[in-house]
């Protein structure tokens, strides 16, 4: 078995032998860039570890890697316009640096490029893998959708809030591990299991993500700790607190939109900890992730082979930043 | 052999029966309604046509007829943003009824599905009909972004010009043949023959629209006469007209920029009279026309099977709008 980190670095040095066209400069320029712009290649990773999880070839399974990996890039692309957002790793995006249209365009090429790279699997796997990429695809684009409705809808339900993390970002992570299996001739119920593994930790990821961004360490965090309080995202503590709270506290938490931001966060984190939002954040957290390894126990290989999806795991959820 | 018509009408019936996904409904309206704003449908039935020239089953090449009706109009949707257009086929462009990240992202889904369409052919068939696919999509993204460039170049060629129009335009058709032969397992020879066909039929389908815009009747037109004079697009006339101009002539060609419209198409009319601009164009589409009838020429079917393609394109030189 390989390591992630060993993966990681597998992927790192096959991204620079992509070979993207050249002519029109500026289509594909923007590829290059943001594709080098860093990242830590876990979703490529997470596709040759499946692959190696059920006994196959990893080198096989990297088209699939790059595909994932550029489809997730397509759509930090488009995201960020959606976004309007000046910096994507502390650097300009995309559409900063080669305007709107030029962006839209970039990322609709790189698409294509994804599905160019998809097409090169083996012909025996090939439509179970476009089966399986197309339905990431499709759930991505969904879940963007609903995180922008959500921007101007106040009704916003924990289930749905739920639902549109496990499309926008969990589906990719199960996606990735899926095409892996479908790679190394897994079962269809292996597969799915792999995919349930995938999905459920990329959910208590995204839950645990929400709970840094109020609770992380401010030197370790990386972001500034209270973005979502002070942007009112309506993250899973926001919406757990908003259904908890008493009429009285209702009008403490809507006074904090007049006030300034240091005060808004130091407020709305003191609500949080009043009413235990991150008992119950936590404690979904670990509903996923139980559901992560309930779905890894079901499948048929070897203890020694998940240790390392195991550890991956447990560092996801031990992280700081 | 089916006629056109009869593919066309296929066509008409099987896009209401794709099934889309309904949530969430501002993701999947704009899909339908795009689908439902009309068009000829001829790039699918090309794909059919094509189909039924090598002798294939017309039923079996849907899946990527649609994928490439599909396409059409996911593009369809992203140039109205990058052209700022208001109006499509007469309504409203999708950017313009649900907002421009709203049009994005369903255009990007629209890519999906086209891609979850194709991936419904024959397993045999699926890798090349996968590439050709790829390669076609991917010439459109090309042919787009060299066409906005094009607008604030001031030094672009009639060879540029006619590469541009290429990958825009006549990709498509030519891809779309390309892959009705590849469903009906034609040879490679074969498929690259009606490749070029298309390609070139392509090509001098859109220098007839470049020569139909100055010189089209306007009772029978349907767009204004002179529209590309008025935007000063470089098309294939203007570029003709600019590298022939004498000193003198230049001025007056652009003294044209601060006159009325109706002055200006007028005068600009009259300086491609001048230099038999309209014959130039004519005769570079004929050269076009002449490279695609040579191609069908050396497709080895009986002739009687080729009818219906020369009647097209014969149909389509001859049109007035």
């Known amino acids: 078995m390989y390591t992630i980190p060993e993966l990681q670095q597998l992927i790192e040095k096959a991204i620079p032998e992509i070979d993207y066209p050249t002519h029109p400069n500026n289509l594909y320029e923007p590829i290059s860039y943001i594709m080098n712009l860093g990242g830590k290649r876990l979703r490529p990773a997470l596709v040759l570890i499946s692959t190696d999880l059920f006994g196959g070839d990893v080198l096989k399974a990297m088209p699939a890697a790059l595909a994932i990996e550029t489809f997730?890039?397509?759509?930090?692309?488009?995201?960020?316009?959606?976004?309007?957002?000046?910096?994507?790793?502390?650097?300009?995006?995309?559409?900063?640096?080669?305007?709107?249209?030029?962006?839209?365009?970039?990322?609709?090429?790189?698409?294509?490029?994804?599905?160019?790279?998809?097409?090169?699997?083996?012909?025996?796997?090939?439509?179970?893998?476009?089966?399986?990429?197309?339905?990431?695809?499709?759930?991505?684009?969904?879940?963007?959708?609903?995180?922008m409705e959500f921007e101007t809808?106040?009704?916003?339900?924990?289930?749905?809030?739920?639902?549109?993390?496990?499309?926008?970002?969990?589906?990719?992570?199960?996606?990735a591990m899926k095409l892996g299996a479908i790679v190394a001739n897994a079962s269809e119920i292996h597969a799915d299991l792999i995919y349930e593994?995938?999905?459920?930790?990329?959910?208590?990821?995204?839950?645990?993500d929400d709970i840094l961004d109020v609770y992380g360490d401010p030197e370790k965090f990386g972001k500034q700790v209270g973005g979502d309080i002070i942007s009112n995202k309506k993250t899973f503590l926001l919406l757990?607190?908003?259904?908890?709270?008493?009429?009285?506290?209702?009008?403490?938490?809507?006074?904090?939109?007049?006030?300034?931001?240091?005060?808004?966060?130091?407020?709305?984190?003191?609500?949080?900890?009043?009413?235990?939002?991150?008992?119950?954040?936590?404690?979904?957290?670990?509903?996923?992730?139980?559901?992560?390894?309930?779905?890894?126990?079901?499948?048929?290989?070897?203890?020694?082979?998940?240790?390392?999806?195991?550890e991956l795991a447990n560092e996801l959820m031990n992280r700081e930043s």
């Open 72 to 147: 997730h890039n397509f759509t930090l692309i488009h995201d960020d316009i959606m976004d309007n957002a000046p910096l994507r790793r502390g650097k300009q995006t995309v559409h900063e640096k080669w305007g709107t249209n030029n962006a839209i365009l970039s990322g609709d090429v790189m698409m294509v490029e994804a599905n160019k790279q998809l097409a090169q699997v083996d012909s025996s796997v090939l439509k179970s893998v476009l089966n399986a990429f197309n339905a990431t695809a499709q759930g991505v684009c969904e879940g963007q959708q609903l995180d």
């Open 240 to 310: 757990s607190l908003k259904q908890l709270l008493t009429a009285n506290d209702q009008q403490r938490f809507t006074a904090q939109d007049h006030n300034d931001t240091e005060v808004k966060v130091k407020n709305i984190t003191s609500l949080y900890n009043e009413y235990e939002i991150k008992q119950l954040a936590t404690e979904e957290m670990q509903l996923h992730l139980e559901k992560a390894f309930d779905a890894l126990n079901r499948i048929d290989v070897p203890a020694e082979r998940k240790k390392e999806l195991i």
């Open 197 to 208: 593994f995938g999905e459920n930790l990329g959910i208590a990821f995204q839950l645990q």
């Open 153 to 175: 809808r106040e009704d916003v339900s924990i289930a749905e809030y739920i639902d549109m993390i496990r499309l926008k970002t969990a589906v990719l992570v199960g996606g």
